[in-house]
Protein backbone atom coordinates (compact mmCIF):
# COMPACT_ATOMS: atom_id res chain seq x y z
CA UNK A 1 0.00 0.00 0.00
CA UNK A 2 0.79 3.55 -0.64
CA UNK A 3 1.95 5.96 2.00
CA UNK A 4 -0.85 8.19 3.04
CA UNK A 5 -0.47 11.53 1.20
CA UNK A 6 -2.13 14.81 2.65
CA UNK A 7 -1.75 18.47 1.09
CA UNK A 8 -1.83 21.46 3.54
CA UNK A 9 -2.63 24.88 1.94
CA UNK A 10 -2.00 27.04 4.93
CA UNK A 11 -3.49 30.79 4.19
CA UNK A 12 -1.22 33.75 6.14
CA UNK A 13 -2.63 36.97 6.38
CA UNK A 14 1.08 38.73 4.63
CA UNK A 15 1.61 39.17 1.34
CA UNK A 16 4.32 42.01 1.54
CA UNK A 17 7.14 41.41 3.90
CA UNK A 18 9.70 39.01 2.20
CA UNK A 19 11.54 38.11 5.77
CA UNK A 20 8.14 37.21 7.21
CA UNK A 21 7.21 35.19 4.12
CA UNK A 22 10.57 33.30 3.94
CA UNK A 23 10.33 32.23 7.39
CA UNK A 24 7.87 30.99 7.37
CA UNK A 25 8.47 28.88 4.30
CA UNK A 26 11.69 28.03 5.90
CA UNK A 27 10.06 26.52 8.73
CA UNK A 28 8.09 24.23 6.72
CA UNK A 29 11.30 23.09 4.90
CA UNK A 30 12.76 22.31 8.00
CA UNK A 31 10.59 19.39 8.76
CA UNK A 32 11.89 16.12 7.24
CA UNK A 33 9.66 14.42 5.10
CA UNK A 34 7.42 17.55 3.87
CA UNK A 35 7.64 19.27 0.17
CA UNK A 36 6.65 22.97 0.22
CA UNK A 37 5.68 22.97 -4.01
CA UNK A 38 4.35 26.67 -4.14
CA UNK A 39 4.32 30.05 -2.44
CA UNK A 40 2.16 32.70 -3.43
CA UNK A 41 2.25 35.78 -2.28
CA UNK A 42 -0.36 38.60 -2.95
CA UNK A 43 0.35 42.34 -2.61
CA UNK A 44 -3.06 43.63 -2.59
CA UNK A 45 -5.06 40.80 -0.55
CA UNK A 46 -2.11 41.41 1.58
CA UNK A 47 -2.26 37.57 1.55
CA UNK A 48 -0.08 34.54 0.66
CA UNK A 49 -1.06 30.34 0.14
CA UNK A 50 1.68 27.71 0.64
CA UNK A 51 1.49 24.43 -0.37
CA UNK A 52 2.90 21.41 1.30
CA UNK A 53 2.74 18.00 0.73
CA UNK A 54 4.06 14.67 2.58
CA UNK A 55 2.61 12.37 5.07
CA UNK A 56 0.18 13.51 7.70
CA UNK A 57 2.35 13.67 11.09
CA UNK A 58 5.03 15.38 9.18
CA UNK A 59 2.77 17.70 7.41
CA UNK A 60 0.96 18.66 10.56
CA UNK A 61 4.05 19.58 12.11
CA UNK A 62 5.11 22.01 9.27
CA UNK A 63 1.70 23.39 9.78
CA UNK A 64 2.50 23.85 13.14
CA UNK A 65 5.94 25.56 12.93
CA UNK A 66 4.23 27.88 10.04
CA UNK A 67 1.82 28.81 12.55
CA UNK A 68 4.47 29.14 14.99
CA UNK A 69 6.35 31.74 13.02
CA UNK A 70 2.76 33.87 12.00
CA UNK A 71 2.14 34.38 15.59
CA UNK A 72 5.26 35.82 16.14
CA UNK A 73 6.00 37.58 13.31
CA UNK A 74 2.18 38.62 11.91
CA UNK A 75 0.32 41.97 13.83
CA UNK A 76 -3.18 41.70 12.71
CA UNK A 77 -3.64 44.92 14.10
CA UNK A 78 -1.90 46.68 11.51
CA UNK A 79 -3.57 44.00 8.35
CA UNK A 80 -5.27 45.79 5.87
CA UNK A 81 -6.12 43.62 2.77
CA UNK A 82 -8.70 42.52 -0.14
CA UNK A 83 -9.60 39.20 0.88
CA UNK A 84 -11.92 38.32 3.94
CA UNK A 85 -9.20 37.55 6.72
CA UNK A 86 -9.73 36.96 10.70
CA UNK A 87 -5.94 35.73 11.67
CA UNK A 88 -2.48 36.15 11.08
CA UNK A 89 -2.73 32.09 10.16
CA UNK A 90 -6.04 33.18 8.59
CA UNK A 91 -6.76 29.13 7.02
CA UNK A 92 -5.06 25.83 7.44
CA UNK A 93 -6.73 22.94 5.63
CA UNK A 94 -5.65 19.43 5.00
CA UNK A 95 -6.68 17.55 1.81
CA UNK A 96 -6.19 14.34 1.38
CA UNK A 97 -3.98 12.93 -1.84
CA UNK A 98 -3.74 9.16 -1.71
CA UNK A 99 -3.89 6.52 0.53
CA UNK A 100 -6.08 8.48 3.67
CA UNK A 101 -9.81 8.95 3.79
CA UNK A 102 -11.26 12.15 4.90
CA UNK A 103 -12.44 11.17 8.09
CA UNK A 104 -8.52 10.07 8.88
CA UNK A 105 -7.48 13.48 7.40
CA UNK A 106 -10.32 15.47 9.69
CA UNK A 107 -8.92 13.46 12.44
CA UNK A 108 -4.97 14.90 12.30
CA UNK A 109 -6.94 18.21 11.86
CA UNK A 110 -8.70 18.19 15.01
CA UNK A 111 -5.49 17.64 16.91
CA UNK A 112 -3.62 20.15 14.80
CA UNK A 113 -6.10 22.19 15.71
CA UNK A 114 -5.60 21.11 19.75
CA UNK A 115 -2.21 21.76 19.72
CA UNK A 116 -2.09 25.26 18.20
CA UNK A 117 -4.68 26.22 20.95
CA UNK A 118 -2.73 24.67 24.06
CA UNK A 119 0.91 25.54 22.69
CA UNK A 120 0.48 28.59 21.18
CA UNK A 121 -2.36 30.09 22.29
CA UNK A 122 -4.11 30.87 19.31
CA UNK A 123 -7.99 30.88 18.94
CA UNK A 124 -8.85 27.80 16.82
CA UNK A 125 -12.44 26.81 15.05
CA UNK A 126 -12.68 23.69 13.09
CA UNK A 127 -14.21 23.90 9.79
CA UNK A 128 -15.56 21.98 6.98
CA UNK A 129 -15.07 18.13 7.41
CA UNK A 130 -12.93 18.79 10.82
CA UNK A 131 -16.38 20.88 12.33
CA UNK A 132 -17.54 20.42 15.77
CA UNK A 133 -21.10 21.24 14.34
CA UNK A 134 -22.84 22.11 11.25
CA UNK A 135 -23.16 25.68 12.08
CA UNK A 136 -19.06 25.61 12.13
CA UNK A 137 -18.40 23.56 8.90
CA UNK A 138 -18.98 26.86 6.57
CA UNK A 139 -15.91 28.93 6.00
CA UNK A 140 -16.95 32.18 5.34
CA UNK A 141 -19.95 31.79 8.28
CA UNK A 142 -16.94 31.42 11.02
CA UNK A 143 -14.58 34.45 9.49
CA UNK A 144 -17.92 36.71 9.27
CA UNK A 145 -17.32 40.45 10.61
CA UNK A 146 -13.71 39.12 9.93
CA UNK A 147 -10.81 40.75 12.27
CA UNK A 148 -12.24 44.04 12.89
CA UNK A 149 -15.70 41.67 14.27
CA UNK A 150 -13.41 39.56 16.14
CA UNK A 151 -13.75 41.03 19.53
CA UNK A 152 -16.95 41.16 19.96
CA UNK A 153 -17.75 37.74 18.71
CA UNK A 154 -15.22 36.09 20.53
CA UNK A 155 -17.54 37.53 23.70
CA UNK A 156 -20.21 35.44 22.48
CA UNK A 157 -20.83 32.24 24.39
CA UNK A 158 -22.08 30.54 20.85
CA UNK A 159 -18.48 31.56 19.56
CA UNK A 160 -16.25 30.08 21.90
CA UNK A 161 -13.77 28.63 19.82
CA UNK A 162 -12.64 24.68 19.63
CA UNK A 163 -9.07 25.17 21.33
CA UNK A 164 -7.49 27.93 22.73
CA UNK A 165 -8.53 30.77 24.37
CA UNK A 166 -11.58 32.75 24.09
CA UNK A 167 -10.37 36.24 25.11
CA UNK A 168 -9.50 38.84 21.50
CA UNK A 169 -6.05 38.54 21.13
CA UNK A 170 -5.23 41.42 18.54
CA UNK A 171 -1.78 40.40 17.19
CA UNK A 172 -2.78 36.99 16.18
CA UNK A 173 -6.60 36.97 15.76
CA UNK A 174 -8.27 33.96 15.22
CA UNK A 175 -7.86 30.86 12.66
CA UNK A 176 -9.92 28.05 11.01
CA UNK A 177 -8.26 24.53 10.69
CA UNK A 178 -10.27 22.06 8.80
CA UNK A 179 -10.22 18.79 6.37
CA UNK A 180 -11.69 19.72 3.19
CA UNK A 181 -11.61 18.18 -0.53
CA UNK A 182 -9.12 19.32 -3.61
CA UNK A 183 -10.21 23.15 -3.49
CA UNK A 184 -9.32 25.29 -7.02
CA UNK A 185 -8.90 29.06 -5.97
CA UNK A 186 -9.60 30.66 -9.73
CA UNK A 187 -9.75 34.36 -9.97
CA UNK A 188 -11.12 35.97 -13.54
CA UNK A 189 -9.86 39.24 -14.77
CA UNK A 190 -12.19 42.22 -16.26
CA UNK A 191 -11.73 45.07 -17.77
CA UNK A 192 -13.08 47.12 -15.26
CA UNK A 193 -12.50 48.70 -11.93
CA UNK A 194 -15.59 48.64 -10.30
CA UNK A 195 -16.17 46.28 -7.64
CA UNK A 196 -19.38 46.36 -7.87
CA UNK A 197 -19.32 45.46 -11.15
CA UNK A 198 -17.34 42.51 -10.44
CA UNK A 199 -19.61 41.65 -7.64
CA UNK A 200 -22.44 41.89 -10.09
CA UNK A 201 -20.72 39.00 -12.27
CA UNK A 202 -19.85 36.89 -9.09
CA UNK A 203 -23.10 37.02 -7.87
CA UNK A 204 -24.40 35.80 -11.17
CA UNK A 205 -21.91 32.85 -11.80
CA UNK A 206 -21.90 31.44 -7.45
CA UNK A 207 -24.04 29.31 -5.91
CA UNK A 208 -25.37 31.14 -3.30
CA UNK A 209 -26.36 33.84 -5.78
CA UNK A 210 -27.54 37.25 -4.84
CA UNK A 211 -30.14 38.47 -2.24
CA UNK A 212 -33.82 38.63 -3.51
CA UNK A 213 -35.31 41.92 -3.43
CA UNK A 214 -38.92 43.53 -3.66
CA UNK A 215 -38.64 46.03 -6.58
CA UNK A 216 -35.82 46.97 -8.19
CA UNK A 217 -32.67 44.23 -7.91
CA UNK A 218 -30.33 46.54 -6.45
CA UNK A 219 -32.34 49.28 -4.14
CA UNK A 220 -35.26 47.33 -3.02
CA UNK A 221 -36.00 46.35 0.08
CA UNK A 222 -34.20 42.54 0.75
CA UNK A 223 -36.52 39.54 1.65
CA UNK A 224 -36.31 37.49 4.42
CA UNK A 225 -38.29 34.41 5.40
CA UNK A 226 -39.73 33.65 9.15
CA UNK A 227 -36.81 33.67 11.12
CA UNK A 228 -35.24 36.83 9.74
CA UNK A 229 -32.45 35.12 7.10
CA UNK A 230 -31.90 36.59 3.72
CA UNK A 231 -33.63 35.17 1.14
CA UNK A 232 -31.45 34.61 -1.97
CA UNK A 233 -32.05 33.66 -5.90
CA UNK A 234 -29.48 30.95 -6.82
CA UNK A 235 -26.56 31.55 -9.40
CA UNK A 236 -25.43 29.73 -12.36
CA UNK A 237 -22.69 27.76 -10.85
CA UNK A 238 -23.11 24.86 -8.44
CA UNK A 239 -19.53 24.47 -5.92
CA UNK A 240 -18.91 28.12 -6.75
CA UNK A 241 -18.11 30.40 -4.11
CA UNK A 242 -17.19 34.46 -5.07
CA UNK A 243 -16.79 37.83 -4.57
CA UNK A 244 -15.80 40.82 -6.57
CA UNK A 245 -12.75 42.84 -5.79
CA UNK A 246 -10.45 45.34 -6.52
CA UNK A 247 -6.34 44.53 -7.36
CA UNK A 248 -5.06 47.68 -6.99
CA UNK A 249 -1.20 45.70 -7.81
CA UNK A 250 -2.76 45.25 -11.37
CA UNK A 251 -5.05 48.13 -11.50
CA UNK A 252 -8.06 45.51 -12.37
CA UNK A 253 -11.05 43.96 -10.83
CA UNK A 254 -11.82 40.56 -10.77
CA UNK A 255 -14.13 37.64 -9.56
CA UNK A 256 -12.51 35.68 -7.15
CA UNK A 257 -13.69 32.01 -6.86
CA UNK A 258 -13.48 28.85 -4.86
CA UNK A 259 -13.74 25.98 -7.36
CA UNK A 260 -15.11 23.66 -4.26
CA UNK A 261 -15.52 20.48 -6.48
CA UNK A 262 -14.23 20.53 -9.84
CA UNK A 263 -16.32 17.42 -10.64
CA UNK A 264 -19.63 19.91 -10.59
CA UNK A 265 -17.72 22.96 -12.03
CA UNK A 266 -14.74 22.30 -13.78
CA UNK A 267 -12.56 25.86 -13.95
CA UNK A 268 -13.27 25.94 -18.05
CA UNK A 269 -16.56 26.02 -17.24
CA UNK A 270 -16.44 28.84 -14.83
CA UNK A 271 -14.19 30.60 -16.37
CA UNK A 272 -16.73 30.60 -19.94
CA UNK A 273 -19.68 31.32 -17.43
CA UNK A 274 -18.17 34.57 -16.15
CA UNK A 275 -17.45 35.18 -19.50
CA UNK A 276 -20.80 34.98 -20.65
CA UNK A 277 -21.79 36.71 -17.73
CA UNK A 278 -19.47 39.55 -18.14
CA UNK A 279 -20.05 40.17 -21.94
CA UNK A 280 -24.04 40.40 -20.76
CA UNK A 281 -23.24 43.39 -18.41
CA UNK A 282 -20.68 45.26 -21.17
CA UNK A 283 -17.56 43.78 -19.48
CA UNK A 284 -15.13 41.84 -21.28
CA UNK A 285 -12.79 39.25 -19.13
CA UNK A 286 -8.88 39.89 -19.81
CA UNK A 287 -7.93 36.48 -18.57
CA UNK A 288 -7.68 34.81 -15.75
CA UNK A 289 -5.61 33.63 -12.02
CA UNK A 290 -4.79 30.57 -10.41
CA UNK A 291 -3.61 31.03 -6.67
CA UNK A 292 -2.05 27.92 -5.47
CA UNK A 293 -1.75 24.50 -7.53
CA UNK A 294 -4.49 22.73 -9.80
CA UNK A 295 -4.55 19.27 -10.64
CA UNK A 296 -3.35 17.83 -14.02
CA UNK A 297 -6.58 15.93 -14.82
CA UNK A 298 -8.36 19.84 -14.28
CA UNK A 299 -5.85 21.45 -16.90
CA UNK A 300 -6.29 18.33 -19.42
CA UNK A 301 -9.99 18.77 -19.38
CA UNK A 302 -9.87 22.62 -20.01
CA UNK A 303 -7.41 21.53 -23.06
CA UNK A 304 -9.76 19.43 -24.42
CA UNK A 305 -12.86 21.64 -24.12
CA UNK A 306 -11.52 24.40 -25.87
CA UNK A 307 -10.18 22.44 -28.39
CA UNK A 308 -13.87 20.69 -29.47
CA UNK A 309 -14.89 24.42 -29.21
CA UNK A 310 -12.85 24.97 -32.15
CA UNK A 311 -13.53 21.71 -33.69
CA UNK A 312 -10.07 20.47 -33.35
CA UNK A 313 -8.89 17.07 -32.73
CA UNK A 314 -8.31 16.41 -28.84
CA UNK A 315 -5.85 13.63 -29.43
CA UNK A 316 -2.94 15.27 -28.57
CA UNK A 317 0.19 15.77 -25.81
CA UNK A 318 -0.54 16.65 -22.17
CA UNK A 319 2.09 19.66 -23.04
CA UNK A 320 -0.41 20.77 -25.90
CA UNK A 321 -3.39 20.66 -23.95
CA UNK A 322 -1.95 22.41 -21.26
CA UNK A 323 -0.77 24.96 -23.37
CA UNK A 324 -4.33 25.80 -24.92
CA UNK A 325 -6.15 26.03 -21.61
CA UNK A 326 -3.27 28.27 -20.13
CA UNK A 327 -4.32 30.31 -23.93
CA UNK A 328 -7.72 30.16 -23.86
CA UNK A 329 -8.03 31.43 -20.31
CA UNK A 330 -5.81 33.67 -20.56
CA UNK A 331 -3.38 31.90 -17.28
CA UNK A 332 -0.57 34.71 -18.02
CA UNK A 333 -2.36 37.45 -18.11
CA UNK A 334 -1.07 38.66 -14.80
CA UNK A 335 2.02 36.67 -14.26
CA UNK A 336 3.96 33.70 -16.13
CA UNK A 337 2.23 30.46 -16.05
CA UNK A 338 4.41 27.89 -15.22
CA UNK A 339 3.31 24.04 -15.47
CA UNK A 340 6.08 22.51 -13.66
CA UNK A 341 5.14 25.03 -10.74
CA UNK A 342 1.34 25.60 -10.80
CA UNK A 343 0.70 21.66 -11.41
CA UNK A 344 0.33 19.60 -8.66
CA UNK A 345 1.55 16.25 -10.35
CA UNK A 346 4.31 18.14 -12.00
CA UNK A 347 5.46 20.10 -9.19
CA UNK A 348 5.31 16.80 -6.82
CA UNK A 349 7.50 15.02 -9.79
CA UNK A 350 11.20 13.41 -8.39
CA UNK A 351 13.52 15.50 -10.82
CA UNK A 352 16.82 14.08 -8.94
CA UNK A 353 15.74 10.53 -10.45
CA UNK A 354 16.55 9.83 -13.78
CA UNK A 355 14.13 8.65 -15.95
CA UNK A 356 14.72 6.83 -19.73
CA UNK A 357 11.51 8.68 -20.89
CA UNK A 358 12.81 12.03 -20.43
CA UNK A 359 16.49 11.29 -22.04
CA UNK A 360 16.60 12.57 -26.02
CA UNK A 361 16.08 10.56 -28.43
CA UNK A 362 20.43 10.16 -29.23
CA UNK A 363 20.53 9.78 -25.08
CA UNK A 364 17.76 6.97 -25.01
CA UNK A 365 19.67 5.51 -28.05
CA UNK A 366 23.54 5.67 -26.21
CA UNK A 367 22.38 4.84 -23.05
CA UNK A 368 20.86 1.80 -24.67
CA UNK A 369 24.46 1.17 -26.45
CA UNK A 370 26.48 0.96 -23.38
CA UNK A 371 27.62 -1.68 -21.91
CA UNK A 372 24.68 -2.01 -18.51
CA UNK A 373 22.43 -4.23 -19.38
CA UNK A 374 19.64 -1.38 -18.78
CA UNK A 375 17.84 -0.23 -20.75
CA UNK A 376 17.17 -3.81 -22.71
CA UNK A 377 15.19 -5.23 -25.43
CA UNK A 378 11.88 -4.50 -23.53
CA UNK A 379 12.55 -0.65 -22.64
CA UNK A 380 13.13 -0.74 -26.37
CA UNK A 381 10.20 -2.64 -27.61
CA UNK A 382 7.90 -0.27 -25.49
CA UNK A 383 9.66 2.82 -26.99
CA UNK A 384 8.67 0.97 -30.55
CA UNK A 385 5.41 0.80 -29.74
CA UNK A 386 4.97 4.14 -28.48
CA UNK A 387 6.42 5.80 -31.87
CA UNK A 388 4.08 3.36 -33.75
CA UNK A 389 0.98 4.67 -31.61
CA UNK A 390 2.18 7.94 -31.67
CA UNK A 391 2.10 7.53 -35.72
CA UNK A 392 -1.31 6.44 -35.52
CA UNK A 393 -2.65 9.51 -33.39
CA UNK A 394 -0.46 11.98 -36.28
CA UNK A 395 -2.53 10.41 -39.25
CA UNK A 396 -6.02 10.38 -36.84
CA UNK A 397 -5.12 14.38 -36.40
CA UNK A 398 -4.17 15.24 -39.45
CA UNK A 399 -7.76 13.49 -40.98
CA UNK A 400 -9.42 15.59 -38.24
CA UNK A 401 -8.10 19.11 -40.19
CA UNK A 402 -8.14 18.00 -43.74
CA UNK A 403 -9.54 20.46 -45.60
CA UNK A 404 -13.17 19.31 -46.86
CA UNK A 405 -13.78 17.05 -43.61
CA UNK A 406 -14.45 19.24 -41.17
CA UNK A 407 -17.82 17.28 -40.39
CA UNK A 408 -15.89 14.12 -39.73
CA UNK A 409 -13.44 16.10 -37.56
CA UNK A 410 -14.62 14.51 -34.12
CA UNK A 411 -14.77 10.94 -35.25
CA UNK A 412 -10.76 11.07 -36.15
CA UNK A 413 -10.37 12.96 -32.62
CA UNK A 414 -11.87 10.08 -30.88
CA UNK A 415 -9.28 7.42 -32.70
CA UNK A 416 -6.82 10.06 -31.84
CA UNK A 417 -7.75 9.92 -28.01
CA UNK A 418 -7.55 6.29 -28.52
CA UNK A 419 -3.99 6.34 -30.11
CA UNK A 420 -2.75 9.02 -27.24
CA UNK A 421 -4.15 6.96 -23.90
CA UNK A 422 -1.67 4.08 -26.00
CA UNK A 423 1.89 5.74 -26.53
CA UNK A 424 1.25 7.44 -22.95
CA UNK A 425 0.95 3.88 -21.44
CA UNK A 426 4.20 2.84 -23.76
CA UNK A 427 5.99 5.93 -22.81
CA UNK A 428 5.90 4.60 -19.09
CA UNK A 429 6.18 1.14 -19.56
CA UNK A 430 9.71 2.12 -21.03
CA UNK A 431 11.17 3.04 -16.93
CA UNK A 432 8.97 0.38 -15.52
CA UNK A 433 10.57 -2.52 -17.55
CA UNK A 434 13.83 -1.17 -16.33
CA UNK A 435 12.38 -0.83 -13.12
CA UNK A 436 11.18 -4.52 -13.06
CA UNK A 437 15.00 -5.73 -14.23
CA UNK A 438 16.62 -3.40 -11.26
CA UNK A 439 14.46 -5.18 -8.79
CA UNK A 440 14.76 -8.96 -10.74
CA UNK A 441 18.89 -8.10 -9.65
CA UNK A 442 17.81 -7.03 -5.97
CA UNK A 443 16.31 -10.35 -5.51
CA UNK A 444 19.14 -12.19 -6.32
CA UNK A 445 21.47 -9.36 -4.65
CA UNK A 446 19.61 -10.68 -1.23
CA UNK A 447 21.43 -12.74 1.48
CA UNK A 448 21.17 -16.52 1.31
CA UNK A 449 23.30 -17.35 4.44
CA UNK A 450 20.41 -19.51 6.04
CA UNK A 451 17.72 -21.71 5.26
CA UNK A 452 15.19 -18.60 6.19
CA UNK A 453 17.27 -16.32 4.05
CA UNK A 454 17.40 -18.68 1.25
CA UNK A 455 13.64 -19.20 1.45
CA UNK A 456 12.85 -15.29 1.80
CA UNK A 457 15.37 -14.96 -1.59
CA UNK A 458 13.85 -17.19 -3.34
CA UNK A 459 10.09 -15.83 -3.16
CA UNK A 460 11.44 -12.10 -3.74
CA UNK A 461 12.97 -13.62 -7.10
CA UNK A 462 9.71 -15.59 -7.97
CA UNK A 463 7.69 -12.20 -7.57
CA UNK A 464 10.06 -9.80 -9.13
CA UNK A 465 10.73 -12.32 -11.96
CA UNK A 466 6.40 -12.03 -12.76
CA UNK A 467 6.80 -8.53 -12.47
CA UNK A 468 9.78 -8.29 -15.14
CA UNK A 469 6.32 -10.50 -17.04
CA UNK A 470 3.83 -8.21 -16.52
CA UNK A 471 5.38 -5.63 -17.93
CA UNK A 472 6.03 -6.75 -21.52
CA UNK A 473 2.79 -8.42 -21.54
CA UNK A 474 1.33 -5.18 -21.12
CA UNK A 475 3.34 -3.74 -23.71
CA UNK A 476 2.58 -6.18 -26.09
CA UNK A 477 -1.38 -5.43 -25.41
CA UNK A 478 -0.71 -1.95 -25.19
CA UNK A 479 0.66 -1.85 -28.44
CA UNK A 480 -2.01 -4.60 -30.19
CA UNK A 481 -4.58 -1.48 -29.42
CA UNK A 482 -2.33 0.97 -31.61
CA UNK A 483 -2.27 -1.39 -34.20
CA UNK A 484 -6.06 -1.12 -34.07
CA UNK A 485 -5.69 2.31 -34.53
CA UNK A 486 -2.85 2.48 -37.02
CA UNK A 487 -5.10 -0.25 -39.41
CA UNK A 488 -8.20 1.83 -39.36
CA UNK A 489 -6.00 4.93 -40.50
CA UNK A 490 -4.84 3.31 -42.96
CA UNK A 491 -8.37 2.10 -44.49
CA UNK A 492 -10.40 5.89 -43.33
CA UNK A 493 -7.78 8.22 -42.58
CA UNK A 494 -5.59 11.13 -44.96
CA UNK A 495 -4.99 9.13 -47.67
CA UNK A 496 -1.63 11.25 -48.21
CA UNK A 497 -0.77 9.85 -44.67
CA UNK A 498 -1.20 6.16 -45.36
CA UNK A 499 2.26 5.32 -44.81
CA UNK A 500 2.69 6.39 -41.90
CA UNK A 501 -0.35 4.28 -40.79
CA UNK A 502 1.46 1.13 -42.35
CA UNK A 503 4.48 2.38 -40.57
CA UNK A 504 2.58 2.84 -37.18
CA UNK A 505 1.86 -0.65 -37.70
CA UNK A 506 5.25 -2.72 -38.22
CA UNK A 507 6.44 -0.77 -35.81
CA UNK A 508 3.39 -2.15 -33.17
CA UNK A 509 4.33 -5.23 -34.46
CA UNK A 510 7.72 -4.78 -33.54
CA UNK A 511 7.39 -3.84 -29.92
CA UNK A 512 4.47 -6.98 -29.84
CA UNK A 513 7.40 -9.27 -30.94
CA UNK A 514 10.09 -7.58 -29.11
CA UNK A 515 7.91 -7.77 -25.62
CA UNK A 516 7.19 -11.60 -26.12
CA UNK A 517 10.51 -12.48 -26.51
CA UNK A 518 11.12 -10.92 -22.94
CA UNK A 519 8.01 -13.01 -21.49
CA UNK A 520 9.77 -16.02 -22.82
CA UNK A 521 13.32 -15.58 -21.33
CA UNK A 522 11.88 -14.40 -17.65
CA UNK A 523 9.51 -17.31 -18.13
CA UNK A 524 11.73 -19.98 -17.96
CA UNK A 525 12.80 -18.63 -14.44
CA UNK A 526 9.58 -19.62 -13.16
CA UNK A 527 8.43 -22.30 -10.85
CA UNK A 528 4.70 -21.60 -11.41
CA UNK A 529 3.47 -23.74 -14.08
CA UNK A 530 0.03 -22.19 -14.05
CA UNK A 531 0.87 -18.62 -14.96
CA UNK A 532 3.45 -19.44 -17.64
CA UNK A 533 0.73 -21.44 -18.72
CA UNK A 534 -1.33 -18.70 -19.33
CA UNK A 535 1.12 -16.04 -20.17
CA UNK A 536 1.99 -18.53 -23.05
CA UNK A 537 -1.13 -18.56 -24.17
CA UNK A 538 -1.77 -14.50 -23.98
CA UNK A 539 1.09 -14.18 -26.01
CA UNK A 540 -0.31 -16.52 -28.78
CA UNK A 541 -3.24 -14.89 -28.92
CA UNK A 542 -1.85 -11.92 -29.80
CA UNK A 543 0.49 -12.43 -32.07
CA UNK A 544 -2.32 -14.23 -33.99
CA UNK A 545 -4.13 -11.26 -33.59
CA UNK A 546 -1.20 -8.67 -34.43
CA UNK A 547 0.04 -10.75 -37.68
CA UNK A 548 -3.66 -10.05 -39.28
CA UNK A 549 -3.42 -6.42 -38.39
CA UNK A 550 -0.16 -6.67 -40.16
CA UNK A 551 -1.30 -7.93 -43.26
CA UNK A 552 -4.63 -6.42 -43.59
CA UNK A 553 -2.85 -2.93 -43.36
CA UNK A 554 0.33 -3.68 -45.25
CA UNK A 555 -2.48 -4.85 -47.73
CA UNK A 556 -3.89 -1.67 -47.60
CA UNK A 557 -1.05 0.62 -48.11
CA UNK A 558 0.31 -1.31 -50.86
CA UNK A 559 -2.83 -0.82 -52.65
CA UNK A 560 -2.65 3.14 -52.25
CA UNK A 561 0.93 3.30 -52.70
CA UNK A 562 0.62 1.04 -55.90
CA UNK A 563 -2.58 2.02 -56.97
CA UNK A 564 -1.76 5.98 -56.93
CA UNK A 565 -4.79 6.05 -54.56
Same mark, same amino acid.
Given at each position: ???????????????????????? +?????????????? %?????????????? !?????????????????????????????????????????????????????? /?????????????????????????????????????????????????????????????????????????????? /?? *? !?????????????????????????????????????????????????????????????????? $???? *??????????????????????????? %????????????????????????? $??????????????????????????????????????????????????? %????????????????????????? +??????? +????????????????????????????????????????????????????????????????????? $????????????????????????????????????????????????????????????????????????? +??????????? /????????????????????
Amino acid at each position: MPAPLIECVPNFSEGRDAAILDAI +ADAIRAVEGVRLLN %VDPGQATHRTVYTF !VGEPEPVCEAAFQAARVACESIDMSRHTGEHPRFGALDVCPLIPIAGITMEETA /AYARRLGQRMGEELGMSIYLYEYAATSEERRNLATLRAGEYEGLEAKLAKPEWKPDFGPSSFNPRSGASAVGARDFLV /AF *N !VNLNTTSVRRANSVAFDVREKGRPKRVGDPITGETLKDDEGNTLYEPGALKAVKAIGWFIEEYGIA $QISM *NLTNLGITPVHVAFDECCRRAEARGMR %VTGSELVGLIPLAAMLDAGRYFLRK $QRRSTGVSDAELIRIAILSMGLDDLTPFDPEVRIIEYAMRDRSSRRLVDLT %VRGFVEETASESPAPGGGSVSAAMG +AMGAALA +AMVANLSSHKRGWDERWEEFSDWAEQAKACHDTLLRLIDDDTDAFNRVMAAFGLPKGTPEEKSARSAAI $QSATKGAIEVPLQVMEVALRGMAVAERMAAIGNPNSISDAGVGVLACRAAIRGAEMNVRINLGSLKDAAYKSA +ALERCAEVLAE /AEAYEARTVALVAASIDGGG
